[in-house]
């Protein structure tokens, strides 16, 4: 079954359409399709999406009488659904408003089941999957035809499972599936098996690889790469700023490549998870075959990406005694995975995300390299290799211990380089959350519900290991309080907290003890962690001396000894950062609480205050050279060296010089060089200083009376509106939604989709409204062109409410430099820079004539009435390569910008 909505909240849109298909052996038989009358009006991109007009509804009977049809036609049967959550609760919820019974029949999801099939492919969605199952695609976003390929998906998932999987993990999905309502019937036994295969058309040749499109092999472009090879070879450091037409992930792969074949191991680091599979699955197979011939790349994941196989056998043996019921749904996956490749990176089974599932990875996954076989023997394949490609996270674990982690290389290449600072600070700080320490604590407390598992396993051997059972009673009671006392901590500490915050603050800085600064005492909760290490070291040690004989679990192999290690290494870990920042006496750290309204999701953090020490020490320290490379980096001007200053890497000196004065290192004398690429046909800045700029909700109206005013005529060469929130950005959506023609082309950051999404509705029309919060890549029109004009609602000056750049600003104001200069000028012109410039060309893009050749970014509005007086304007301007201009009123903006696009 399917339904259409009119978008993506539950509480605030509605079921349009539903639809669904009853399958009997393998094939639809009877088929429901019925609208349903809207409770609001249709968006445009409802009916974009759905081709769904407010007219084919207006004739749709009422609610009840349709749900009632549906509820006569589904019965007691499964109901199949992809992504089933979403639409099971959109009909619940439907079905409770018109006060109707619910459905009886169990839910079934095909998304996750085509996860377990094919952990591999890229994308699972429905789209996709019936793309590469060739099933027949009818209609585009309509619920009876997405009800019958969600339907033939589920039965090609099914299908392939019970042909691929062994024996032995068939049965394993059939333990975990044996309680769940529906999916006890999708995995029998292995002996049940071949009664249980529908009687579907079959899916031939499709392999858990992944079907490879043939794609033409990636030359090594030798005029820029050579250069940034150079620059490796030469052992030197280098920032280089890219063409924002060019795929910066690929020159660094491309420069590794060279500087890899004359000899040079090079370490290649990016921000996340997605152009590192990227690289490692995509780019690196289509490099020139030659060069590729001859050199090794070995993909590394993060310290805990690593899937610890013998822990999982343990699960799948008996997992109704040691994985709660929800949990036993997103195991399967994970089980099909691992019982069809070798490998151990969690990040090859995309089915599984330990972002969705944080506790059941918690019980599964790797502590370090150096705990399971698989982490070990892919750390031994990275020492033979050429090209070491890891995640920003894994180059601080291994920056913070010392080079433990990798082995040694002559080089690195940070790609992707503008967004170090961010994540320097997170991977350099420290975190204290409930979602940390609840995983630790469950990994305990849902096998004490059971009769196995480790928590009995430990409570039959309590005498031999020494503890009385009075003794035993307490510390297993102070144990499963704990969660408790710690909730209890949040929930006063955020009371407090509350009382004593700016208006819409939702972190708060504090720079004393927590117990002074919020009236909270931690000392009760770091006395129960610590009795709790005691006893679980206590356990370790007798343990161990009981010997293998007598410590190891009968029923599954459990090594006790291992298990109770992993356990109180980690509540070591949580108990001294929850005690290092509850002290907060380290004047190099900025300490702060974080959504303190919920003691569920609030938050102690810290960061480094200068990251020099954390990170651009060690990083010159660790690499002989390196190529911090990013298309939005340096800045123009006297801010250039502001971004690598952050980090520690200028050779710029902070700190005052024996005559007194600020001394400065000569550029020439710096560790890291800087080469830019000169940008051609820069953009045309106008400054409007008469446009106050959009502070508040309050503002955003007369804002969106503004745009539609000015920037109206434009609206056919795209026009891309960028903000700093997402508040007053779904404010201003609003208005300017009233003002604009119905069915007007204008999408919403936030509201109608991510980044991905916007790109694919601006690419389906000739122009329109963009308004966004960040940048966007890959925004091109259906000419190949991006948006002509970006109007900047609001210069994205950093907020001094965020804990880091307040403790930048005071710690600039004890050496007497200019705040605004020195931090609020280059901050701000950097982050517009980072955001406007996958919309820049380039002057050998510019010069191309082939059909490649985009048409970029042509003017850009700064409407900020602080922008002039400040200076910042014309700051701002020069980062982008432009000279700045000031517009005297509404009608010298449209004149100018008339003059530069049509």
């Known amino acids: 079954m399917d339904v259409e909505t009119t978008g993506l909240d539950f509480d605030a849109e509605c079921i349009i359409e539903l639809a669904a298909a009853r399958f009997e052996n393998g094939e639809p038989v009877a088929e429901f399709q019925a609208f349903l009358p809207p409770t609001k009006a249709l968006t445009s991109i409802s009916s974009l999406l759905t081709g769904l007009r407010e007219e084919d509804l207006r004739t749709a009977p009422p609610a009840a009488e349709t749900l009632r049809a549906f509820l006569d036609f589904a019965g007691d049967l499964p109901l199949v659904a992809h992504n089933a959550e979403f639409d099971s609760l959109f009909l619940r919820r439907t079905l409770e408003r018109e006060g109707l019974p619910q459905l009886t029949g169990p839910w079934l999801d095909s998304l996750l089941l085509a996860r377990a099939a094919w952990p591999a492919w890229e994308s699972h969605r429905l789209d996709s999957l019936a793309q590469r199952l060739d099933i027949l695609r009818e209609a585009e976003h309509r619920a009876l035809p997405d009800a019958r390929r969600a339907g033939r998906v589920f039965l090609a998932a099914q299908r392939f499972l019970l042909a691929s999987v062994s024996p032995d993990g068939l049965n394993s999905l059939a333990r975990l599936a044996e309680d769940l309502p529906g999916w006890k019937e999708v995995f029998p036994f292995a002996d049940e098996s071949a009664a249980k295969i529908p009687l579907a058309k079959p899916v031939e040749n499709i392999e858990p690889a992944a079907v490879v499109a043939t794609v033409a092999t990636v030359p090594i472009e030798a005029a820029e790469t050579s250069k940034m090879a150079e620059a490796l070879l030469e052992k030197r450091w280098m920032a280089w700023e890219s063409s924002p037409q060019e795929d910066e992930f690929l020159l660094g792969l491309q420069a590794a490549a060279m500087a890899a074949s004359k000899g040079v191991r090079v370490l290649l680091c990016v921000p996340d998870i997605v152009p590192w599979n990227n690289l490692r699955k995509h780019v690196w197979p289509r490099l020139n075959a030659e060069l590729r011939g001859t050199l090794k790349l070995t993909a590394l994941a993060e310290p805990q990406g690593y899937l610890c196989r013998r822990r999982l056998a343990a699960i799948l043996k008996n997992p109704g005694n040691s994985l709660p019921t929800e949990e036993r749904a997103l195991a399967l996956p994970l089980a099909a995975w691992a019982d069809r490749t070798p490998s151990s990176f969690i990040a090859d089974c995309r089915g599984f995300s330990p972002d969705r599932n944080r506790l059941l990875w918690s019980r599964v996954c790797c502590d370090a390299y150096d705990e399971d076989p698989e982490a070990q023997a892919a750390r ?523």
Request: some cysteine; overall charge negative; charged content about 25%.
């Open 380 to 902: 031994a394949e990275a020492e033979s290799a050429d090209i070491i490609l890891i995640t920003y996270a894994a180059l601080f674990s291994h920056l913070k211990l010392e080079g433990a982690l990798l082995p040694a290389c002559d080089t690195v290449i940070l790609a992707g380089a503008h967004r170090l600072i961010e994540m320097a600070r997170r991977g350099f700080g420290r975190e204290v959350t409930f979602f940390r320490l609840n995983p630790i604590l469950r990994l305990l407390r849902q096998s004490r519900e059971k009769d196995t598992g480790l928590w009995p396993l430990l409570e039959r051997r309590r005498e031999k290991m020494g503890f009385t059972e009075e003794e035993w009673t307490g510390l297993a009671q102070s144990w499963f309080e704990s969660e408790k006392q710690f909730q209890k901590f949040f929930q006063k500490m955020g009371k407090q907290a509350m009382r004593r915050r700016a208006p819409g603050e939702n972190r708060i800085r504090y720079t004393e003890p927590v117990a002074l600064a919020f009236g909270t005492n931690p000392e009760p909760v770091l006395l129960a962690l610590k009795e709790q290490e005691t006893f679980l070291q206590r356990c370790q040690e007798n343990l161990a001396r009981l010997g293998p004989t007598d410590s190891m679990d009968p029923l599954n192999q459990t090594d006790p000894v291992g298990e109770v290690r992993r356990i109180l290494s980690r509540l070591r870990a949580f108990r001294l950062d929850f005690e290092k920042l509850c002290d907060a006496r380290d004047s190099g750290e900025v300490y702060w609480l974080e959504d303190f309204s919920n003691p569920h999701k609030a938050a102690l953090r810290s960061t480094p205050l200068d990251l020099r020490a954390d990170f651009g020490l060690p990083l010159q320290s660790s690499f002989d050279g390196g190529l911090l490379l990013s298309p939005a980096m340096m800045l123009a001007g006297d801010g250039g060296w502001f971004f690598l200053r952050l980090l520690g890497l200028s050779g710029k000196a902070d700190e005052v010089d024996e005559a007194g004065e600020g001394g400065e290192t000569d550029p020439e004398d710096a560790p890291v060089a800087v080469y830019e690429r000169p940008a051609v046909s820069p953009p045309r800045f106008l400054l409007a200083p008469f446009v106050p700029a959009v502070a508040s909700m309050e503002s955003a109206a007369a804002f969106a009376h503004f745009l539609f005013e000015s920037a109206a005529p434009f609206s056919e060469k795209g026009v891309y509106v960028l903000f700093t929130s997402p508040g007053p950005l779904r404010a201003v959506y609003q208005a300017l939604r009233a003002l604009l023609p119905a069915g007007a082309p204008v999408w919403a950051q936030h509201v109608d989709g991510g980044k991905d999404t916007l790109s694919k509705l601006f690419a389906s029309a000739r122009g329109g409204w963009i308004l966004a919060s960040e940048g966007m890549e890959g925004l091109y029109d259906a000419d190949g062109r991006s948006p002509a004009l970006a109007v900047v609602a609001r210069m994205p000056l950093p907020s001094m409410r965020e804990p880091w750049w307040e403790a930048q600003g005071e710690n600039l104001r004890t050496k007497g430099r200019n705040l605004r200069y020195d931090l609020w000028h280059p901050a701000a012109a950097l982050r517009l820079k980072r955001e406007l410039a996958p919309l820049r060309r380039h002057e050998a893009d510019a010069a191309k004539e082939d059909k490649e050749s985009r048409e970029g970014l042509k003017m850009v509005w700064l409407l900020d009435a602080r922008a002039s007086g400040e200076g910042l304007g014309a700051y701002a301007a020069r980062s982008l390569g432009c000279e700045p201009q000031t517009a005297a009123d509404l009608a010298a903006l449209q004149a100018a910008t008339r003059a530069v696009l049509f």
